[in-house]
């Protein structure tokens, strides 16, 4: 049965894995120069001039707007099952908490492992990208949601921690490609990496669960609380690894306002294509979020403020149309259960905002950017100082093919994993439901059924 076995694996798992972490982080994990007792010297050394210089006060507010959106925004965007909410803060929060260890190791080696001494040095940027990359996994989730058992979401986020950090530096490091925002390297990849997990653990049978796969009144306000807090702390997703000064700032107004005008769309096409004109809460919950998505590449570029209301007007309206019509047909025909909409809300979006991004790189001219605008909007220094706007685009198109083929492949053969039947996973008629895996103390659970006669 599954509780039998969730007994022994889920223990096994966490306790392993967690001693894992402890070791490889003592052979590898430092605190870097910014976050060493050696600071004091450090800024001596390179004629800094006050603490406030350090990078913490610069990155840390992103952080924690960063943090909130993963553990409460992503989470409780994924409460509207009338009887999943614990499985989906509860998994949530377990995915994240392991996730962003074993990525801190996995981007480091990627990305800052010192070779004179062999360590990784971490400091606040490296918490923020350890949070993007958990977010690829989240998302990847968001389509597996109470199809999956807790040791199941354990190995997706051990290999999809992988998979981000590999597809990552391919992007940003031998593309050299820029996505502060994530489009393609989080959204795109997490999207597709989901979804090829869920084509792959197909339940032909999953009807048998199909009356508790909706919501109910309050199950939906509580899933607003994570669209809010995703919402309203957007700019700072996109903006928290851009350059110090006119990037971040840039990336933070243009976010905002995509927002925005996803907003008004995705209620527009909500009403006009329900009969009676009333709101579905499904689009508003996502859709709404599909301007955010799609900004992630092109927001720190000079996209213009009506041309980020553009992007959120466009993808507003193609993730709600996308709820509506998209959703069915890849469940009758491609046979892919996709049960928070991730097809609509990451995937779709997240491949939009990367060719946007191409798009406006490519046309990119000095007279927008000035000379030096250029250069460091696009980072063309050292290898890549004869690098053109033109070939730059090709690049970023490249990179948005890149994330979706990682995804994709990845996906499938995390999936093939997956359906080994030793992970404790739940029956047909026993997805959607907490009492798989929590102790669910409800009055209701046990209450006769409406119309018995109490004896």
Request: hydrophobic share 50%; aromatic share 14%; glycine share 10%.
């Amino acid at each position: 049965t599954v509780c039998t076995n969730v007994r022994v694996s889920l223990p096994a798992v966490c306790f392993v894995w967690q001693i894992a972490m402890i070791v490889l982080f003592g052979v590898f994990i430092r605190y870097n120069e910014e976050a060493d007792t050696h600071w004091q010297e450090f800024r001596r050394e390179n004629n800094i001039s006050s603490d406030i210089e350090n990078d913490f006060y610069f990155r840390y507010p992103s952080f924690q707007d960063v943090h909130v959106m993963i553990f409460v925004g992503f989470g409780f965007l994924m409460t509207f099952l009338k009887r999943y909410s614990f499985g989906a803060v509860g998994f949530n929060f377990l995915v994240a908490a392991f996730g962003i260890q074993w990525a801190l190791l996995m981007q480091g080696w990627f990305h800052t492992l010192d070779p004179a001494t062999g360590k990784i040095l971490i400091g606040v940027e490296n918490l923020i990208n350890a949070d993007f990359c958990v977010a690829g996994c989240l998302i990847a989730y968001g389509a597996l949601l109470g199809k999956v058992s807790p040791v199941q979401l354990l190995v997706l986020t051990l290999f999809g921690v992988t998979l981000f950090a590999v597809e990552e530096y391919i992007i940003l490091d031998l593309l050299h490609a820029r996505d502060a925002g994530g489009s393609m390297v989080i959204h795109a990849f997490g999207g597709y990496y989901g979804l090829a997990i869920s084509w792959v653990l197909y339940r032909p049978n999953l009807n048998l669960s199909k009356r508790l796969n909706g919501s109910v009144y309050h199950s939906d306000v509580f899933a607003m609380i994570g669209t809010l807090f995703l919402w309203m702390f957007w700019p700072s997703f996109n903006s928290a690894i851009t350059d110090h000064g006119d990037g971040q700032h840039r990336a933070a107004i243009n976010t905002y306002l995509a927002l925005a005008s996803s907003v008004l769309t995705a209620v527009g096409i909500s009403s006009v294509t329900q009969k009676k004109g009333k709101l579905d809460m499904v689009h508003i919950q996502n859709a709404t979020l599909a301007g955010g998505v799609a900004m992630g590449t092109a927001a720190e570029f000079m996209i213009t403020p009506y041309g980020s209301l553009i992007v959120g007007f466009c993808c507003g309206m193609i993730s709600t149309f996308g709820y509506v019509f998209v959703t069915p047909l890849l469940e009758k025909y491609l046979k892919l259960q996709d049960t928070c909409g991730v097809h609509n809300l990451h995937a779709v979006p997240g491949m939009l905002g990367g060719f946007i991004g191409a798009i406006v790189a490519a046309s990119a001219t000095e007279e927008v950017y000035s000379r030096e605008g250029l250069i460091n909007t696009f980072d063309f220094e050292g290898d890549f100082a004869d690098r053109t706007v033109g070939t730059q685009g090709g690049f970023q198109a490249a990179a948005c093919c890149v994330a979706i083929a990682f995804g994709i492949v990845g996906g499938g053969c995390v999936g093939l994993v997956l359906k080994i039947p030793i992970w404790g996973d739940p029956a047909d008629d026993n997805c959607y439901d907490d009492e798989a895996y929590w102790e669910v103390r409800e009055c209701f659970l046990n209450s006769p059924p409406v119309g018995a006669v109490a004896l």
